[in-house]
């Protein structure tokens, strides 16, 4: 009897709660929670579909509109070397070679290939043709070749960036003269050259070893590669070592009190302020105050230091946090000091992270403009830098230069530019996932 008074109210109970967990009330419960979780997977996926779309359409337009600057058309003309306009004394003395008028030579051998061309207006459309860097690649040739002096050679020459542009397709032949950059008698000309063979699309080196220029067909990274390496390594060498330092002291040694407590809100504050501002302190500090060279690497490595710091800190004191205490208990039970426990099982435990996050900060600093446009990295730079207290121009600022000109021929060499810098970001990211991978240790 007993248990059966007990058996009764439990099922009973089993009953009730069957009851209501089969009844059409909990049924639509169930049903609107699996189309709920069902919504929110769709968002999900919609959110991912719409940024790669959003990504692959960016990517797309760069590489539809940059593309093209990896070639540049070229005009084949025979050119006499005469040595009345270059070597007038015959001692082929460098300086008089260099203060040859090279234009003379392109400009009388247009003239032998098109005799009808008399007039003046004619004259100068046809030399316009050619780049403006024409005549310094026969000085160069006649530099590093005298005796190529006297004799007459075929030499492809840079035609001019709205040749170069009618040759890819970008000018449309059936628009108004008026309305283009080539008349029509140019481009009469350009198809006479091109149905000899005279003109021909070719990989443009001088993209990726020339400096800046006027001119779109000459102008090249090299210079502002060469200036971004240069500030990378002064902030490199500035904000790991005093990162690494800072993080180990608020994280080891730092007595937790009110003080160490605002030094952390404010290194986390430091790393949402707008990089700009940072450009503004290195203008008043380093430029008003100490009086460094304007458009310097070295300027634009500490400006960029003092922005990396932050972040740099915040990584490596996460890295650090995560080493398991147990590896610092056992070392101090074997009688290390704090000093070398950190120094000698903390660090090296907590290194593959602090790499992550500096190769990170890097790759971020890499592709700031605005602190460094306002130290003035926008000067117009022919010459390659040799060193960090040269003038020099960094990669953003350079494609921020070449998006500012009107010309079309930029248009392609502006996201050729962005295409350089984004190999570069990959390229910094992808080592980061392989340290990372390479020396992860799991416990």
């Given at each position: 009897m007993t248990e059966m008074a007990i058996g009764g109210p439990l099922e009973g109970e089993k009953r009730a709660a069957s009851g209501i967990h089969t009844s059409e009330a909990a049924k639509l419960r169930l049903k609107s929670r699996y189309s709920a979780e069902r919504r929110f997977k769709l968002y999900g996926i919609a959110a991912i579909v719409f940024a790669l779309a959003a990504l692959a359409t960016l990517l797309f337009t760069i590489l539809g509109n940059g593309v093209t600057a990896f070639q540049q058309t070229f005009v084949r003309i025979p050119i006499s070397f005469e040595a009345e306009a270059i070597d007038t004394s015959g001692k082929r003395d460098i300086d008089e070679l260099r203060r040859g008028d090279y234009a003379a030579l392109i400009r009388s051998s247009l003239s032998k290939q098109f005799p009808d061309v008399t007039d003046r207006l004619g004259q100068r459309q046809l030399f316009g043709m050619f780049s403006a860097?024409?005549?310094?690649?026969?000085?160069?040739?006649?530099?590093?070749?005298?005796?190529?002096?006297?004799?007459?050679?075929?030499?492809?020459?840079?035609?001019?960036?709205?040749?170069?542009?009618?040759?890819?397709?970008?000018?449309?032949?059936?628009?108004?003269?008026?309305?283009?950059?080539?008349?029509?008698?140019?481009?009469?000309?350009?198809?006479?050259?091109?149905?000899?063979?005279?003109?021909?699309?070719?990989?443009?080196?001088?993209?990726?070893?020339?400096?800046?220029?006027?001119?779109?067909?000459?102008?090249?990274?090299?210079?502002?590669?060469?200036?971004?390496?240069?500030?990378?390594?002064?902030?490199?060498?500035?904000?790991?070592?005093?990162?690494?330092?800072?993080?180990?002291?608020?994280?080891?040694?730092?007595?937790?009190?009110?003080?160490?407590?605002?030094?952390?809100?404010?290194?986390?504050?430091?790393?949402?302020?707008?990089?700009?501002?940072?450009?503004?302190?290195?203008?008043?500090?380093?430029?008003?105050?100490?009086?460094?060279?304007?458009?310097?690497?070295?300027?634009?490595?500490?400006?960029?230091?003092?922005?990396?710091?932050?972040?740099?800190?915040?990584?490596?004191?996460?890295?650090?946090?995560?080493?398991?205490?147990?590896?610092?208990?056992?070392?101090?039970?074997?009688?290390?000091?704090?000093?070398?426990?950190?120094?000698?099982?903390?660090?090296?435990?907590?290194?593959?992270?602090?790499?992550t996050g500096t190769i990170i900060a890097m790759a971020h600093a890499l592709g700031e403009t605005a602190p460094l446009l306002m130290i003035g990295m926008v000067a117009f730079l022919v010459d390659i830098p040799s060193g960090p207290l040269q003038a020099a121009t960094v990669l953003p600022v350079q494609v921020f230069m070449w998006a500012d000109s009107a010309e079309r021929g930029f248009v392609e060499k502006t996201s050729a530019g962005i295409m350089v810098l984004l190999v570069f970001l990959l390229a910094m990211n992808a080592l980061a996932i392989f340290l990372r991978k390479k020396f992860e240790r799991r416990w």
């Open positions: 860097g024409a005549p310094d690649q026969l000085r160069d040739m006649v530099l590093a070749e005298p005796g190529v002096i006297g004799q007459t050679r075929d030499v492809w020459l840079y035609a001019s960036s709205d040749v170069d542009m009618l040759n890819k397709g970008f000018i449309d032949r059936k628009t108004p003269e008026q309305s283009r950059r080539l008349s029509d008698r140019q481009i009469s000309w350009v198809d006479t050259l091109a149905s000899s063979k005279a003109i021909e699309k070719r990989f443009n080196a001088r993209f990726f070893t020339g400096g800046d220029s006027r001119e779109p067909e000459l102008v090249g990274v090299w210079g502002a590669v060469v200036g971004s390496f240069f500030t990378l390594m002064v902030c490199l060498s500035l904000s790991l070592p005093l990162g690494i330092m800072a993080a180990i002291y608020l994280e080891e040694f730092a007595p937790k009190n009110r003080f160490t407590e605002i030094i952390e809100v404010n290194i986390n504050n430091l790393a949402a302020v707008p990089s700009i501002v940072y450009g503004l302190l290195g203008l008043a500090v380093f430029i008003g105050f100490f009086g460094f060279p304007r458009s310097a690497p070295m300027v634009g490595g500490l400006v960029l230091a003092l922005m990396s710091l932050p972040v740099m800190i915040i990584a490596s004191r996460a890295s650090i946090r995560a080493v398991p205490p147990s590896i610092r208990e056992a070392a101090l039970g074997l009688g290390a000091s704090k000093v070398q426990t950190v120094l000698h099982h903390v660090l090296p435990l907590a290194m593959p992270g602090i790499l």
